[in-house]
């Protein structure tokens, strides 16, 4: 315990003197009686009946004198050190997240809760300590640096917003921690419900209290939405949606599917307590759109009840083959769907190659390049700086290794790829290895001026490829990767949270909110515009000059938003957590308690004198 | 002028009792009751045999000449009852509304009248730290008035001493009788040693325990500072209803003691407040309990 006031203690100088007065009390009117004898006989036998007849004796005195210390304490306004202490710098991390913008039973939501506990520890300025505050969901930022000054923490708490964002508190800490080393005394406190994945390799040298606001809350949630064009008829849509019941009661409602604000189904749905319900909707839509999903029920979170995605319209996909026929490329480009295959044997002019989507040079050589995407089988582009080049020859390669995670090797399996001659493969920076040989790699991709160039440095012919699924079925997944990245699919359908960065050529940008209003987007030295961060599901516009507006889609999709149960998880394995009710009862300014003591002992003593008890 | 102890009325009402003492008192004067030895009346009682020695006077010469047998006459002795009364006029007995001094002083009056008009011999002396004044011996109702004189004329002494008090009073007075003590019996030295000296005397002992209403439900509040009239002692005190009814039992096992040290040793005792008026007590009270007839 420390005292924020210690020149109160003063104060106790008059402890003496109330003694003193004690022994000096006032005159008592004089009484003539015939004699004391029985009165003393009265004093006697009060002063035998009483136990603690001394204590009993000097009562009053005793009471005086703890009323006046209780007075003197709280005046002194003790603090209960590890809570609130003088000089100390605290650091809130306050949450953020879309989970705090759950509406408790009392009407409050649980960023309001947290905001008002930020406000109970902002106390510790009083004490000539200093405070921080620090906002985070997905990201990190600064809400009111170090500061001395109560109002400044009021004015940032009054700015607060929550947002749809996931919750990563690591993100936090690694802002917190650096700052909060440089300080003498410093104290973190998490202001959250728990509802965040526990940071891993974060720097705790400086403890972490945990405060976890809310109450458990029931929820029913859109956790993913998946819209693809048929692989039969890329002219019809699928629409998976699946949503998850985080309630301990099974639920009913409803769920509409629009497109491009059109209704397209509306289905009664029944999700049992905490199970999960997925439900595929189809349709015909080659023109592409908007595809909303909405959730009908009642539940203590709103912003995961909405989903949406962005459909581009169907496209034409034209290759161009140059090599030898009959080839397996040519058989494997065929049989992908909505593939028009022209193919020939020597490289063709420049002009000509305009209109392909994607040129596959499968052994031939060309000073020119598509003015699409590229992929060279066995040869490399033309001499350029930032180009692919194919070194000596080598014998039989060895497969090492290969990125499981891209795009491009998605359900392929390269184990039982023997590759007979092959060369060695120089990729220029910034490329992708996405199969890698004891020697270097085989297969890379790298953006160019263009699009998106692939090298192998083996022919397929060379190799036993073409007799694995894997072949036909990587060069699928070259043209719906090379049509996404054309259509900027990436950019289309995002996670809540994160900046939208836009490429292009044009001069401005501007961001359309989906609740209205319009924010221009900054360009940065690399060319690209990027806005702050994206806060809030729905649909967004991106406008560049005088371009059809480029719709981006942000969902939530975390299940750990979405589960309201508040979770008390420690930072450190064994560490408390305490809950905010509890930490209320907590008493920060000891002189409250002390205050009240004072009132409780003034009323004992105005009894005790009045009724006469013990004197 | 000064109103009188007792008016007429009452005196006249007061001739007609007696008082009755349980123990007969040897008196050196021949009074108007019987005593159970026998002396010099003219009321015959009995014979007895001759002995040498005997007064030849009372000798009944008719048996003699009848039966030649000498055979004493005795007579029924008639003796005085002396009656003591020991009047308390201590500081505290100023005390009260009325005040118990003169509540005292006519209680001493009435009963002292009773005395002489029964031609028994009357003493009394009034006591404070010691002995202050004295009256009598005297007899006959022709002392009433000097009786009432004096008794009018005493005055407030000083501090109670019961125990000097009793002991001067028992060396000085051989002739057993009825001793009346008339006090509120406040005396920080106790009253058993006091009353050991007049019960060694073979006294009867009557104690009347003056008290004012104001002693037995003081009417006291708050914090006050008491003062002893008579030491000058005082003690503080907060007053409650705690206090008040410590208070009520202290007095109350007070006069039960002394009540108690009084009937162990045959005497008699009887608390008497200032409220009850005098005559009635003596006429009443006192005829109840059987002191007086």
Redesign the interface.
Known sequence: MSFLHPTAFLLALLLPGLVLLYFLK??????????????????E??RVNSPFQRLRRSLLLLLQLVALSALILALAEPVRRGRTLAQESLLVLLDTSASMLTLETHGRTRLELAEDEARRLSEVLKGGGEMMLIGFDASARVLCPFTEKPSEIEDALRDVKGSHAGSRLGQALLLAQPIAITRSNPRIVVLSDGAFQTPEGVDLSVPVECVTVGEDRSNVALIGLDVRRSVKDRANVEMFVSLENFSPKAVSGAMTVKLDGRPLDRRTISISAGGRLSQVFKARWIEGGVVEVQLEVKDALPCDNKAWQVVPPLLQRNVLLVGERPSFVERALKACPDVKVRCVSSPVSQEEMQGFFMVVWDGVRSADQGFGHNIYLGCAPSEAEQAAALGKERQEAMIVDWDRRHSLNRFLDFDNLMVGRCRELQLPIGSEILLQADHGPLIGLYPDLYGQTLVTSFRPTESNWPLLVSFPLFLANCLNYFEEMDQRMSLRNMEVGRPIVVQGEADRAALLLPEGGRFSMSRSGEGTFTSSEVSRVGVYAVELDDEDPLFVAVNLFDSRESDLNVVEQPLIPGERVIHLEERKKLPYGLWKVFASLLAVLLAVEWTVYH???F? | MEEPLIDQEVLRRLEQLAWISRKMSRGNLRGERRSRRRGLSAEFEDYRNYVPGDDLRFLDWKIYGRLERLFIKLFTAEEDLRLYVLLDVSRSMAFGEPEKLLYAKRVAAALGYISLSNMDTLAVESFAGKTLHAFGPCRGKGNAGRYFDFLSDLEIGEETSLYSTFRHFALTHRRRGIVVILSDFYDLAGYEEAFRQLFAGDFEVIALQILSPQEIHPDLEGDVKLVDVETGLTTDISMGERAMASYRKSLAVFSEELKSALLQRGGHYLLVSTEVPFDRLVMQVLRKRGLVR
């Open positions: 006032l005159k008592r009117p004089e009484v003539s009686v015939p004699s004391i004898l029985l009165w003393q006989k009265v004093l036998e009060m009724r006469r008890w004197v």
